[in-house]
């Protein structure tokens, strides 16, 4: 795997190379001594230039646990602010020996552009970029729902005949549109339920149902309900309907978590808003797998620095056509 850009043109047989291969690592994970040597000497460089707590941390954690050696870039503080180009940045950065770059960034494309422009030879990984894709954080969701689903015996399993909801801000989501196209891959049954102006126009396209009613949504039993953080920095008062008119329809609240199959998982990215897209007794319930996204989240970064600087898989043609 040269890179990891999205999920759009992942095939399934690396999707599930990748959540095999995180099997593996969560393994080693229940171990006394987690670190393995299997990417000592190498330099994974963590390039941020938007805020993030779980994504820069599990990248970190996970590099560490493979003996990588990390340096942690963030765009506040460094010569951005001075007008550096990200293409100087980058060249910069791998004038220090980067051998894999873990990239965040506000402009959609900013990772493709990274990792087929020709400024670097370092393999490239989306961290999130605009409202485009954020392809880790969909395959360690895919990850948890298989784990959940299947236990021990989920490996090489995909994930047809579960039914995932995906509820909120659909719009601005690059965590929706990364499970919307690996959740199809695996074969779930994918259904979007949002306000009509939290709907990207061009959904039609999209291999999934929309739904404007959570009530309905939660009727038709889903296996999971991932519950999407309202992204408020990049709402238009205009087109939002109130805080607390959005809570009162499209919030999981108690009422609508007794209503969900006791079977059913609510999912949740992070960072929650509780009280807007989620309660708190829905957040900390039994039911939700926030933390367990968490923890996995590691796993499946370490799968992905692993086929990236170790593997011998070739996904390039696949992520940029
Ligand atoms: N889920 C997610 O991307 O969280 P962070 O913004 O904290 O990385």
Do not use: C
């Not at 007008?83 to 900013?110: K, N």
């Not at 959740?183 to 994918?190: F, K, N």
């Not at 009509?196 to 039609?204: E, I, R, Y």
């Amino acid at each position: 795997m040269r890179n990891l850009l999205g999920t759009a043109h992942l095939s399934k047989a690396d999707a599930l190379l990748i959540l095999d291969t995180a099997e593996d690592m969560a393994a080693t994970q229940q171990r006394e001594v987690k670190k393995l040597p299997t990417l000592r000497g190498k330099t994974v460089v963590n390039l941020f230039f938007e805020d993030s707590t779980r994504t820069r941390i599990s990248f970190e954690a996970a590099a560490k646990r493979l003996s990588a050696d990390v340096i942690n870039f963030a765009a506040k503080g460094s010569s951005v602010s001075k007008g550096e180009s990200l293409q100087d940045t980058a060249q910069t950065l791998q004038a220090m020996g980067a051998d894999a770059v873990v990239i965040r960034h506000p402009a959609s494309g900013a990772p493709h552009t990274l990792a087929t422009s020709g400024w670097i030879s370092a393999g490239v990984i989306n961290a999130g970029d605009g409202t485009h894709e954020h392809p880790t954080q969909a395959l360690l969701d895919a990850f948890t729902i298989r784990k959940r689903a299947y236990g021990v015996d989920s490996r090489g399993r995909d994930l047809a005949g579960l039914r995932v909801a995906i509820v909120g801000d659909i719009l601005h989501s690059r965590v929706a549109r990364s499970n919307l196209w690996l959740l199809s891959t695996l074969g779930a049954d994918v259904t979007l339920v949002a306000p009509p102006t939290l709907v990207p126009q061009d959904v039609s396209r999209w291999p999934a149902r929309v739904v404007y009613d959570l009530d309905d949504a939660i009727a038709q039993g889903p296996d999971v309900l991932m519950m999407l953080r309202i992204q408020l920095e990049r709402m238009n008062a205009a087109y939002f309907p109130s805080e607390r008119e959005y809570a009162r329809r499209w919030g999981l609240d108690a009422q609508r978590l007794a209503a969900l199959g006791a079977d059913s998982i609510v999912m949740h990215p992070g960072p929650m808003n509780r009280g807007l897209e989620i309660s708190a007794a829905a957040a900390d319930s039994a039911q939700a797998t926030v933390l367990e996204q968490v923890s996995n989240g590691v796993s499946v970064r370490m799968a992905a620095l692993y086929l990236l600087l170790a593997g011998h898989t070739d996904t390039t043609k696949e992520e940029q056509r």
